[in-house]
């Protein structure tokens, strides 16, 4: 009888000798941690063609909105020019509040817009402006404050002034204040989606306004005709089917574009000397 060490025998020759102590690291295959989709929705999506129809369709439905905030409302929910100017007459002269204006109107409207600009844009230098996932975010957000305007519009009606009359607005400005900003994310600033006096000045000075091929002069005239064609398409709407109506047609354009941001081809990585990306 062979004697043993220990307690232990030692496998006989030509035998396995069987592990059952935990595996290796190097032995468990370990899924990816971050798989193609997530990575293709942290890309950061690349002006083009696509994106210049994206800010025409957004445009377009902005036309629309304000065609109805401003009869609704005495205020426009994206234009904040007039807004601005309206507010200062109501410093100046008050008593026109309720004739011309609403003071408080505007004010919400200036105001929400501006909290809405400032976070978006703040948001997106910390997670990048361009990447698919905020926009597709920013922009679902900014569809169902729209559609959620025009709900509360169905069930409590259109007042001139009020609490409901303030959460409109107030969903109206915050949408078009995020979406402005997203629009110069994007870096086509002929399409600002709202603002339309910088787009026909620029316009008519632009020393290559009757050459053939002319980028900047395009971008502005197609932003410059989907406003005016939103602004008759509200208004259409409007007297027609209502203005609840008219915001659920602007918030499909803005749902349109949110499925369309899935689509956008996404700028190529810059490559080191070393042939790695930075």
């Known amino acids: ?32 941690s971050s798989p193609k989709a997530w990575q293709y929705m942290k890309e950061s999506v690349r002006p083009s063609g696509l994106a210049e129809l994206q800010l025409i369709l957004l ?87 729209v559609f959620g305007t025009a709900a509360l519009q169905y069930r409590e009606g259109i007042q001139l002034e009020g609490a409901n009359t303030l959460i409109s607005i107030g969903l109206l400005a915050f949408a078009s204040g995020s979406q402005v900003v997203q629009s110069r994310s994007l870096r086509m600033t002929e399409i600002t989606t709202a603002m339309a006096t910088a787009a026909w000045v620029d316009l008519v000075i632009d020393p290559n306004l009757l050459a053939l091929k002319n980028r900047p002069r395009n971008r502005r005239v197609a932003f410059l005709a989907a406003l005016i064609l939103g602004t008759l398409v509200g208004a259409y709407i409007f007297k027609t089917l209502g203005s609840p109506a008219a915001l659920i047609i602007s918030g499909a354009g803005k749902l349109l574009v949110t499925v369309m941001y899935f689509f956008n081809s996404a700028e190529e990585e810059e490559k080191s000397d070393g042939g790695e990306s930075v």
């Open 1 to 32: 009888m062979e004697s043993q060490t220990n307690g232990t025998a030692s496998p006989a020759q030509g035998e396995v000798e069987i592990k059952t102590g935990p595996p290796s690291s190097s032995s468990i295959s370990c899924p990816s």
């Open 59 to 145: 445009t377009f439905s902005t036309g629309i909105q304000d065609a109805v905030s401003f009869h609704d409302f005495h205020c426009f929910a994206s234009n904040q020019t007039g807004n601005t100017v309206f507010l200062m007459l109501a410093i100046a002269l008050p008593e026109l509040s309720g004739e011309m204006f609403v003071t408080v109107n505007i004010a919400t409207a200036l105001g929400m817009f501006l909290a809405s600009a400032w976070l978006t844009g703040q948001l997106g230098h910390i997670v990048g402006a361009r990447r698919r996932i905020y926009l597709i975010v920013c922009n679902l957000i900014q569809t169902l404050l």
